[in-house]
């Protein structure tokens, strides 16, 4: 109990807020950017930290990380363009909530439950952080071989429309993936000879493409086709009481879920909102509904996203292990400072520890009027006319694209995946399962061959440890029972 005075007291300082409010502005600025991700603005904050004590340094990226991951969903309500991947799963929720007028409710949705997504990930993350670590690191390339089976099989499940033309965007993706060098072999694949695609295809250029650009090619191939949609009016939270009384579960529900995948070291947000949007149909009364603008998806979802990122940090203070690519940075700033993470930390520098933990809680309080006025400020972009939105929006995408690698060839790939996206959306094929499929495909193929390796070749290798048994058969219940359920029906009929 003392530990936790000390580090209150060590919170409760003038200097530390003032740190919380700054990178709260600058990470959800960035954020909202199309391009510039929560790792972005991690990374740079990471030189001015080396001018802080450690205290302000943490505070000043656990901020700026939870509010550029919210702001990513502002761009993707807006102007349909995600802001991270984890933002693509519930985008066309949120941007037809937007087209009907009620962007309001579905932004107050998504700001309310990422704030409760993060405090209840760090009430897990103060209480249960050891347990879950030692499960964590229990996972081997067969467990996380069917995590991302499953992460790809809800991207299937979930996509509008056909179930097939959902797998044939997510074959698009995962084609893509196995451009460059990043593969066990590390072959150069599919590069044509280009030395720029070695390092493979961008997934933030990619997306950018897919979205925001294929938007604009749309918009100047048929301006007269394009639903502009209605301005951000009302309160934000007017409807929000109602909204988690209606769906207490799915808030509850995404929050745990994200927090254990975020927990897994490399899973992150990504996969986590996938699930928590594909368990949220799934067990859904009204599951037609969800992709035409159905604020269900969005709470579970939203929880999920903000959970992960504080359930990332469970094995990177119990173990020192980065959860995602944010804690990485974090790890190497927090060894600068002379901290070293892993079990000891608790030991001799408790106060340090429940000072990350109130901070974690700060951040996500602050989020909601910082929230709330980024949306405010935001939503005027709607009222601005469209021959003037699109030029700016377009040069916005290509800044981002850009700033990747600090090279053009991120602004061709933008322009490719556009044209790709425009093509793929004349012919009713979704986007979203081609990102995750561009996203995870290296994740895939890496956990594939060395599962192969460990096992021998033998395909029984990835049902002999009990975690890989369950995955396992989980993912392939998800494919066969609605199979089974046809073939059941057929016959009774």
Not at 41 to 50: D, E, G, I, N, R
Not at 147 to 176: D, E, K, Y
Not at 203 to 216: N, W, Y
Not at 443 to 463: I, K, Q
Request: aromatic residues 10%; proline residues 6%.
């Amino acid at each position: 109990m003392s530990a936790y005075l000390d580090a209150f007291w060590i919170v409760a300082d003038l200097q530390i807020f003032l740190v919380i409010i700054g990178a709260a502005c600058f990470g959800m600025f960035v954020g909202a950017i199309p391009g510039l991700t929560a790792t972005m603005a991690t990374a740079l904050l990471v030189p001015v930290t080396f001018f802080m004590d450690p205290i302000p340094a943490i505070a000043a990226i656990v901020t700026a990380a939870s509010m550029a991951i919210f702001a990513g969903d502002i761009s993707g309500a807006l102007l349909r363009i995600p802001g991270t991947p984890a933002s693509a799963a519930y985008v066309e929720d949120s941007y037809a909530l937007t087209q009907q007028g009620r962007g309001g409710e579905g932004l107050g949705a998504l700001l309310i439950c990422s704030a409760i997504g993060g405090i209840f990930g760090t009430l897990v993350l103060m209480f249960t952080a050891p347990q879950l670590a030692e499960v964590a690191l229990r996972f081997s390339s067969f467990e996380y071989f069917w995590l991302v089976i499953l992460g790809l099989s809800c991207a299937v499940f979930v996509a509008p429309g056909s179930a097939l033309l959902g797998l044939l965007s997510l074959f698009i993706g995962l084609a893509f993936s196995m451009v460059g060098q990043n593969n066990p072999a590390a072959e150069a694949r599919y590069t044509f000879g280009s030395i720029e695609l070695l390092a493979g295809v961008q997934f933030v250029p990619a997306m950018i493409g897919l979205f925001a650009m294929s938007e604009v090619i749309r918009f100047y191939a048929t301006p007269d086709s394009t639903n502009r949609p209605g301005p951000v009016r009302g309160s934000l939270f007017r409807k929000q009481l109602s909204i988690l009384r209606r769906h207490p579960v799915q808030v509850l529900r995404g929050s745990a879920l994200g927090t254990v995948v975020g927990a897994l070291p490399g899973a992150g947000a990504d996969i986590a909102a996938w699930i928590s949007y594909a368990v949220s149909k799934k067990f859904s009364r009204t599951p037609e509904k969800f992709g035409k603008g159905h604020v269900e998806g969005l709470v579970e979802a939203g929880s999920s996203n903000n959970g992960a990122l504080s359930g990332a940090w469970i094995p990177s203070l119990v173990f020192g292990i980065p959860g995602d690519s944010i804690t990485a940075i974090v790890i190497g700033v927090l060894y600068v400072k002379g901290i070293n993470p892993g079990p000891t930390i608790f030991i001799t520098q408790p106060e340090m520890v429940y000072s990350v933990f109130l901070i974690f809680i700060l951040a996500n309080l602050v989020m909601l009027p910082l929230g709330w006025i980024a949306i405010r400020g935001a939503s005027h972009l709607l009222s601005v006319p469209q021959r003037i939105l699109m030029p700016i929006i377009l040069l916005f995408c290509m800044t981002g694209a850009f700033a990747i690698n600090n090279s053009g060839v991120g602004i061709m790939i933008m322009l490719g995946f556009g044209i790709l996206g425009f093509l793929m959306e004349e012919n009713r094929i979704p986007l979203a399962p081609a990102i995750l499929g561009l996203v995870l495909g290296p994740m895939l193929e890496e956990n594939f061959v060395s599962s192969m390796v460990r096992a021998g070749g033998s395909f029984m290798g990835f049902f002999d440890r009990p975690i890989a048994a369950g995955l396992g058969i989980a993912t392939i219940a998800i494919w066969t029972l609605p199979l089974l359920r046809k073939i059941w029906r057929a016959t009774r009929a």
